[in-house]
């Protein structure tokens, strides 16, 4: 074969370059849509975001990674805040509860109307856009009755809160300015474990701070901890008091999370080098609401759910741990209509597999109201397809929660008949069925599984309603372990008891 140019004719190029614009464009709507289901938060804050970027080389940083935070830093702002605190009524202060001068003024000396006082905290922010809005923590602005933003070049500013979200602690301020310096948001969802990250805010009111540090771990969940919907960037960078709110940046100084908590390991406030930063990805998506709606709208599916252990899979009769297991229905919501139960397990949403109840939460949570989502669930030892068209999430949706008598049916488990002056007394609905944990013995292996005041309604798949009904099933169970669906408090969950 001979080697030459290729020469193609103007039209047959220009054929191409059509062709090309309108698959991308067609692309790019796609991309609006998740699954061909609506997505909350589309852009709606005019953001600079991120192009396509190659991998960094470090042999090329020979001189440190100051070109990286130059552009970074000034995006980055101080935020002031105070709030007005009333003690108590009828308190007084300890200088004058000594005995002795309450022996020489009485005892209402001192015991005046208290005086409410100013209390004041420091924080971070980052600057979205050039005209003027800033992300920060909900938690750093939570309660405050004025609010300073301090930038990078000296100005101040007194800024206005534009919404919050509590259950992401997210949290959007505007102040009245143009041509800010802003950060270049990049895309949170491509960071892997070990890249290298930097965390810049303003710790012990240090202006300017920035710190070092790698991934540690993606998609990290404290349990409800610290958030409702939580989907942690872990880092080793030290963030300290003060770091709340600041910008977490990639080697290339985008954007890829919002600095938010800290682990203390219970030993005080400072750095243990187990931090935690909102994905920028959902921060962006929250505040892209904040500012449309002026508050943040989830997708609701009605149930309470659990993560699948070894013994649930087992128990279940799946091969292998996977899905989210299904702890109760909640009576007239979307899922009910739908027809789950107490007891499926999802594996999949909308054809993806699901590995865990935050995971679940998460992609339902950031989904459209009157969204169809298909469910893929095991029921009795088989799968099957749900169909479930999401509600809205409710400004206050419940909270998701997680014995035998004489006998010794179960080993260190005493329960009583649940009668309805007690299903009144645990606060629960007169016609719930079950038996009542009386006692559990701390050293039985039911003690890690059952509290006193447990409502066992379940004994491997066989409603209980009476200690007769519960002895025969734990007794049919042999030495095998228990399956249990447990009342606690009004909100049911599966816990497994091993028998020994």
């Not at 047959?12 to 692309?27: D, E, I």
């Not at 802003?182 to 892997?192: A, E, F, H, I, P």
């Not at 944990?437 to 059952?450: F, Q, Y």
Request: proline share 5%; glycine share 12%.
């Amino acid at each position: 074969m001979k080697s030459g140019t290729l020469h193609i004719p103007r039209w047959v190029a220009g054929v191409a370059l059509l062709a090309t614009l309108v698959a991308g464009g067609v692309l790019a709507l796609g991309l609006r849509d998740w699954s061909g289901h609506t997505v909350l938060g589309a852009p709606e804050v005019n953001v600079t975001l991120a192009k396509s970027v190659a991998p960094v080389t470090l042999g090329n940083f020979t001189n440190g990674f100051s070109a990286v935070l130059k552009s970074a830093l000034p995006g980055v702002v101080n935020i002031h805040t105070s709030k007005i605190v009333r003690p108590r009524p009828g308190h007084m202060m300890p200088f004058f509860e000594e005995p002795f001068f309450r022996q020489f003024f009485g005892d209402q000396f001192g015991r005046g109307e208290p005086r409410p006082e100013r209390e004041q905290s420091l924080g971070s922010g980052v600057i979205i856009s050039s005209d003027g809005i800033i992300l920060t923590n909900n938690h750093v602005i939570d309660g405050a009755t004025d609010i300073r933003v301090d930038l990078a070049d000296k100005r101040e500013f007194e800024a206005k809160l534009v919404g919050t979200d509590a259950k992401t602690d997210v949290a959007v301020l505007r102040i009245n300015a143009t041509g800010l310096p802003t950060m270049v948001l990049g895309d949170s969802s491509k960071l892997q474990v070990g890249d290298l990250v930097f965390a810049i805010g303003e710790p012990f009111g240090l202006d300017g701070t920035a710190t070092m540090g790698i991934v540690s771990a993606t998609g990290r969940s404290m349990g409800g901890q610290i958030e409702s919907y939580e989907d942690f960037i872990q880092t080793d960078a030290a963030i300290n008091p003060g770091n709340s709110g600041g910008a977490l940046v990639d080697v290339h100084g985008n954007l890829i999370g919002i600095n938010t908590a800290i682990e203390t390991g219970g030993g005080g406030s400072g750095n243990r080098g187990i931090g935690f930063a909102i994905p920028i990805n959902m921060a962006r998506s929250v505040m892209d609401q904040i500012v449309t709606h002026g508050k943040v709208v989830r997708g609701f599916l009605g149930i309470h759910i659990q993560d699948v252990s070894s013994q649930i899979a087992k128990q279940f009769g799946l091969s292998e741990v996977r899905g989210v297991l299904v702890n109760d229905v909640s009576p007239d919501s979307p899922s009910s209509r739908a027809g789950l139960k107490r007891g499926d397990v999802i594996l999949q949403l909308n054809s993806q597999a699901v590995n865990s109840a935050n995971e679940l939460r998460l992609r339902i949570s950031q989904t459209a109201p009157g969204t169809m989502v298909k469910l893929q669930v095991w029921r009795e030892g088989k799968t099957q397809d749900v169909g479930v068209t999401l509600g809205e999430l409710p400004e206050e949706a419940a909270k998701a929660a997680p014995g035998e008598s004489g006998g010794g049916v179960m080993e260190g488990v005493e329960v009583q008949e649940l009668t309805p002056d007690l299903a009144q007394e645990l606060g629960l609905p007169a016609k719930t069925r079950g038996v009542v944990v009386a006692e559990v013995d701390p050293a039985s292996a039911a003690a890690n599984s059952l509290d006193r005041g447990d409502v066992i309604q379940e004994v491997n798949h066989r409603p209980v309603a009476s200690i007769e009904q519960y002895r025969q099933a734990v007794a049919a169970a042999g030495k095998e372990p228990l399956l249990l669906l447990v009342n606690r408090e009004g909100v049911t969950r599966y816990v497994v008891v091993e028998r020994h």
